[in-house]
């Protein structure tokens, strides 16, 4: 691509509090340049009293579009414009778009996952235990339940989001969705092929946290994903992967789903590698 003829660059970037730990920037912009896309990604702390504000923002200085992290994905619904098929089924939002002067809102968690799942397990046909109920569960779910899983066990303390999610499994896919109830510490059943942390236990600076499960109910074989990209081995992962356990951390998904962002903001299908790489190299992984 030749160089810019213009000093006015497309601005995209994220609305999340806290924000300041997400590396999203980082392999954006690295994309960026590596493609020589004349493109600004701002990592923006937005509280929620005043996310109207900042899509208002946006809007006024014609931003082509941005990500929305926690606790954003849903609330964010009702200053947007319209929702693609996917947002408007998971009933989150994590990538708006501006398409004709419209904010539209997307979702590419679900999507961002699979492509990081599918590199180490077909999702067809297996078990799934899933911990969390928010936004990004609600993508990841949706998506593994339209990709052929055959059941999926809801984890959440609480109880009322998490039969909300079940109910949309049931009515929207063929999986089979139960719930869970997270009030003591969870094992996993014998018969489960993949587990996922869609919580943000153990997101820095808690990076200490560990959910609250047995640990010896991870078998070796059993795929453990941590959604946490920050840092990237957390304690599940290193728990999971101490009792050999096929893990998949939190990095890929965040690659591929901002992979998808991009092409919607830009048209060009960046090359993952090179966002993958500058995240390693940040976290010496």
């Not at 998506?143 to 009322?160: F, H, P, Q, Y």
């Not at 997270?182 to 808690?206: C, E, K, M």
């Not at 453990?224 to 990095?251: H, M, S």
Request: glycine share 10%.
């Amino acid at each position: 691509m030749p160089e810019p003829e213009t000093f006015l660059s497309l601005i995209t970037g994220s609305f999340a509090t806290p924000a300041a730990e997400n590396p999203t920037v980082a392999m954006i912009e690295a994309a960026y340049e590596h493609h020589r896309i004349n493109a600004r990604y701002l990592n923006c702390e937005v509280a929620p009293d005043a996310l109207g504000d900042a899509v208002r923002g946006a809007r006024a200085m014609g931003w082509v579009g941005f990500n929305c992290s926690i606790p954003h994905k849903v609330s964010v619904i009702k200053y947007l414009d319209g929702l693609g098929d996917s947002a408007a089924l998971i009933g989150a939002v994590n990538c708006v778009v501006r398409r004709d002067n419209r904010y539209i809102g997307e979702n590419t968690d679900g999507q961002g996952f699979l492509t990081a799942l599918r590199t180490v397990a077909d999702p067809v046909g297996k078990a799934f235990v899933l911990f969390g109920a928010g936004g990004a569960a609600r993508a990841i779910a949706v998506e593994t339940a339209l990709a052929g899983a055959a059941s999926i066990t809801i984890v959440n303390r609480d109880l009322a989001r998490g039969s909300g999610l079940v109910a949309l499994l049931s009515e929207k896919t063929q999986a089979r969705a139960d719930l869970a109830g997270w009030d003591r510490t969870y094992r996993i059943p014998q018969a489960t092929d993949i587990v996922v942390n869609a919580t943000s236990i153990g997101l820095f600076p808690h990076v200490e946290g560990r959910l609250d499960l047995d640990l010896d109910s991870l078998r070796p074989g059993l795929v453990v994903a941590d959604v946490i990209p920050n840092p990237p081995r957390t304690q599940l992962i290193r728990d999971a992967e101490a009792r050999g356990c096929i893990v998949l951390d939190g990095l890929g998904m965040l690659v591929n789903q901002g992979a998808v962002s991009i092409r919607y903001w830009t048209g060009i299908d960046p090359e993952t590698e090179v966002m993958r790489r500058k995240l390693e190299k940040i976290f010496g992984v």
